[in-house]
C-alpha cells in the first residue's frame, strides 16, 4: 500500500526558512509527477509546487513563485520543498501526492487526492 511520509515542518518565523521532505513506502517517486499541496486553517486544499518526472518540469502556484523550490532526489526517494522567505500566509498543513499526469494537471486537482496522503507536516509562521 502506497503510503506518504512527509516531514520538516515547524514554528518560523516571517521571512525564515524551511525545507519539507516527503518520501513514500511501497512506491519509488522516480517516476511520476509529485505534488506538494497544503490546507491553511479554514481553507481549502491548494497545489503549492509540482514536479514532473519525466521532463523535470515544475510548477508553481503564485504565491509562492521565487520563494519556494521543489526538487527530487530519486536515490532518496525522497521530493524536497524548499521555503525562503515564508509568510505568515504560508502557515498551514502540507502534504505530498503523486500521479502518472502532468505538474498542472496534478497541482490544480488537489481534491482528486483527499485521502491519498500522509499526516503532512504543520508549517507555522509567526512572530
Known amino acids: 500500500q502506497l503510503q506518504f511520509v512527509e516531514s520538516g515542518g515547524g514554528l518560523v518565523q516571517p521571512g525564515g526558512s524551511l525545507r519539507l521532505s516527503c518520501t513514500t513506502s511501497g512506491f519509488t517517486l522516480d517516476s511520476p509527477t509529485v505534488g506538494w499541496f497544503r490546507q491553511a486553517p479554514g481553507k481549502e486544499h491548494e497545489g503549492v509546487s509540482c514536479?514532473?518526472?519525466?521532463?523535470?518540469?515544475?510548477y508553481y502556484t503564485d504565491s509562492v513563485k521565487g520563494r519556494f523550490t521543489i526538487s527530487k532526489d530519486n536515490a532518496r526517494n525522497t521530493v524536497y520543498l524548499q521555503m525562503n522567505s515564508l509568510k505568515p500566509e504560508d502557515t498551514g498543513q502540507y502534504y505530498c501526492?503523486?500521479?502518472?499526469?502532468?505538474?498542472?494537471?496534478?497541482?490544480?486537482?488537489?481534491?482528486?487526492?483527499?485521502?491519498?496522503w500522509g499526516q503532512g507536516t504543520l508549517v507555522t509562521v509567526s512572530s
Open positions: 514536479i514532473s518526472s519525466s521532463d523535470g518540469s515544475t
Open positions: 501526492a503523486t500521479d502518472l499526469t502532468t505538474v498542472q494537471v496534478l497541482c490544480n486537482n488537489p481534491k482528486r487526492y483527499l485521502g491519498l
